[in-house]
């Protein structure tokens, strides 16, 4: 299957800063990504969704002004977190496909970013 | 809206017995259906997937899982589980048109004894 690399896999930040994560497709063009927020022990959940060159689409309750994303060019898309803070650390999961081609293509997914806000 | 329930917390299994996680799902057409194994601290590994077709999908691992559209069910099993295979396992929906993100259960957690 595709890959998609995520990066860093483990960061911690201190409280009031700034995070960025970053989530590459690297054989694959990726017109569409998604972004997932997984709180300990508990399941996923879809926080946006990025079209290339498009601004992302967020679910409801997601902070679009807290969780900036990023999808300028069809194999990078970022994820910033903002002014984090100690509530926001989470495991952060990207995943993503091309919708390019024609019927359905399933979605691939990064290997997370755990965020640890102190 | 889609839902996916996997209505098991934990299960526990004992080192060579069959296994069955069940899932169940909420979609007005026939749905993409997925399960993922997450072990801790670690990402999403895909062991199958159903689309159409034969509702009989093999995956990796050993694993396969049935569609049952009378019963919007699409349950995991394997005959005959290891040590390694204690996860996280999840099992997630997606709308046909796919693009849309994924809805996911809340998981099952598997333990194995001994």
């Known amino acids: 299957g595709a890959v998609v690399s995520q990066h860093p896999s483990r960061v911690i930040c201190k409280s009031g800063t700034s995070v960025k994560i970053e989530c590459r497709s690297l054989?694959?063009?990726?017109?569409?990504m998604f972004w997932y927020r997984q709180f300990p022990k508990q399941s996923l959940m879809l926080m946006a969704t990025?079209?290339?060159?498009?601004?992302?689409?967020?679910e409801q309750g997601v902070e679009k002004d807290k969780f900036l994303i990023n999808h300028a060019s069809l194999t990078l898309s970022t994820l910033t977190v903002t002014s984090a803070h100690p509530e926001d650390s989470s495991f952060y999961i990207c995943?993503?496909?091309?919708?390019?081609?024609?019927?359905?293509?399933?979605?691939?997914f990064g290997q997370g970013t755990r965020l640890t806000v102190v | 809206a889609q839902s996916v329930t996997q209505p098991d917390i934990h299960i526990t299994v004992s080192e060579g017995a069959s296994l069955e996680l069940r899932c169940n799902y909420s979609?007005?057409?026939?749905?993409?259906l997925f399960w993922y194994v997450q072990s801790p601290g670690q990402g999403l590994q895909l062991l199958l997937k159903?689309?159409?077709?034969?509702?009989l999908v093999q995956g990796i691992k050993g694993f396969e899982a049935e569609f049952k559209r009378s019963q919007s069910s699409f349950n995991l099993r394997k005959p005959s589980v290891h040590w390694s295979d204690a996860a996280e396992y999840f099992c997630?929906?997606?709308?046909?048109?796919?693009?849309?993100?994924?809805?996911f259960g809340k998981g099952t957690h598997l333990i194995i004894q001994p």
């Open positions: 995943s993503a496909k091309n919708l390019g081609q024609g019927g359905y293509t399933e979605a691939f």
């Open positions: 054989d694959f063009q990726a017109t569409t």
């Open positions: 990025s079209n290339e060159g498009s601004k992302a689409t967020y």
């Open positions: 979609y007005g057409a026939t749905p993409y």
């Open positions: 159903y689309f159409s077709g034969d509702t």
């Open positions: 997630a929906v997606e709308s046909g048109g796919g693009a849309d993100g994924l809805t």
